[in-house]
């Protein structure tokens, strides 16, 4: 507060008033406020420049300092609420606008820079406050293969600053989890410690697993004889090969349920569902035709019935 | 609430003349119209119009443009923080895909 009033406006001693009443008028149009809503540094500075304008401003007490007989302090003006107090009240809903930016989308920057403010990691800046602050976390994403995230697996991420980063990705991870690695982010200031790694998962599809929930699904394609007599077939799952019996009779579309062969999560763990596709012989033999003919004319069956009758 | 006469005193250099010009002008509109009567946030408001042209030198054509601005940002402010208390009530999971999304958003969403 005690400093040079002249200095603050930044204008000579010899300035005349016309001048000083120009730069001061320069820098309050800047720091005023209502133009500044939320910056508490514009308000600090706004409040030294009218304080020494307040004294060099006008002839009378411009002179009383010249001579000395008042300090830089002066008097202090009283205090002034400003509009901004009371705009985001009840009060200043009725002066609100929302017109001007309905294309909302263009923002995504100001919601950008508003976060990143949240998260302390431009404290330092312009205000200069020093208070211990916790580091800022560290974003990082990660593809991992499907059964990697299924199984889980322990890989290593290459930092842009050349560092590595160990992550281990427990079992059963999800596509868009995020993982937080405590204390492995931005380093903090002062006494706080520092920000998480916050590691989001992009899990990469598979060519034959799908993933419901903690379910697997496969479609397993089997022959004719296969869903006619029943039989042994193998099958794919996450851990590896297994024996999966196909019941008599099997039809595409029915499914199998694997117990406890899907993605185990903890005790608890999800199945493996294997969908039957018939599939028919890749060439059609006189056998085959011969025997389809003959049982045609004594088991005459119409699947397509329920379908008549409801439409 | 606060009368015409309330506000004229209370507001360096307002006169009741200035007042009823703005209000005229729809630069200001009193809480309760037809009574004539203001809140503190009208108040503080004629204090930000006389700022606006008398310490800091503004024509008073550009005090609306000024006053539009700073309506639009008041706006703005105002759901950004219902947006922002929003998100704060939900799980730091959430928020941090959130977060995220609107980074990369920030940085390949530019049109």
Redesign the interface.
Known sequence: MADDPYSVLGVAKTASGADI?KAY?KL??KL?P??N??DKAAEEKFKQITAAYEIVGDEEKRGRYDRGEIDAGGQERPQ??????????D???????????EDI??F?????D??GE?GGARGGGAGGRRFPMRGQ?A?YRLDVDFLDAVNGTKTRITLPDGGTLDVTIPPGVTD???L?LKGKGNPGMGEGGAGDA?I?ITVRPHAVFKREGDDILVEVPITLDEAVLGGKVEVATVTGRVFATVPPGSNTGQTLRLKGRGVKRGAASGDQLVRLSVVMPERLDDDLKAFAEKWRESHRYDPRRKLKEQA | MLTERDVVQRVQHLTVTRLRVWVAQGWIKPADRAAQSYSEADLARAALICDLEDELGFAEEDVPVLLNLIDQIHGLRSQLTGLLDALEELPPDIRTVVKMRITRSGEGGRR
């Open positions: 009443t008028r309050a149009k005023h209502d133009l809503p939320g002034q609420r400003y509009y901004r107090e009371y705009a985001g009240g009060e200043g809903a009725r002066y609100r606008s929302t017109a001007g930016y989308g263009a995504s920057d100001l919601f950008g508003l976060f949240r976390d974003q868009g989890q995020v937080r916050l989001e």
